[in-house]
């Protein structure tokens, strides 16, 4: 089930829960005034004192349920946290490469690319695998047709980087 509709449920149903949570503690608050009021009737009406009316002896069913309505109260905050949408995070998958055409020297030269997260110059492609330019630059023209890298102009020099 989607989040938002869970959340949904939630909040209606903590509605539902308070609401009847409201109700009975009205309805025992009635009942216990009505209970106080015959007590008082029955003691002739003006010997009416706060330890002879049960309403007013104890309120243990008050707490209980105070301590319910934070409990609901946490479960609707709770509906809400997933009724609102998320902000949802760009994963960026790996990417799968097919290195099974490349020889062994271009391997080793595209892992030395993809090494470099920000990308590395052609002319280090150069030095560091004693190519030629021409050499670079036609195995970057086939590691860019096989959609393995991308180049990027900087200045005079070419910023090669896997995509």
């Known amino acids: 089930m ?16 308070l609401g009847l949570l ?3 503690k009205v ?6 005034l009505n209970a106080c009021e015959k007590s008082c009737g029955d003691l002739g009406g003006n010997n009416c004192s706060l330890d002879s009316c049960p ?3 104890g309120n243990g069913l008050s707490w209980v349920l105070i301590v319910m309505s934070i409990f609901i109260a946490f479960l609707g905050g709770t509906g809400i946290y997933l009724f609102l ?6 994963i960026i998958e790996k990417k799968e490469y097919d290195l099974t055409v490349l020889a062994d020297e271009e391997k080793k030269i595209f892992y030395y690319i993809k090494n470099h997260k920000e990308g590395v110059y052609q002319s280090h492609v150069v030095k560091k695998f004693d190519l030629s330019k021409v ?3 036609r195995l970057l023209d086939k590691f860019e047709g096989m959609d393995l ?8 020099a070419n910023l090669v980087s896997v995509k």
């Open 85 to 90: 949408p998320k902000k949802h995070e760009n």
């Open 27 to 32: 309805e025992t608050d009635n009942q216990m």
């Open 55 to 57: 309403y007013h002896q």
């Open 22 to 24: 409201i109700f009975l």
């Open 149 to 156: 890298i991308q180049r990027k102009r900087k200045g005079l």
């Open 2 to 17: 989607e989040q938002r509709k869970i959340g949904v449920i939630i909040i209606v149903a903590s509605i539902i829960v």
């Open 135 to 137: 050499q670079a630059t």
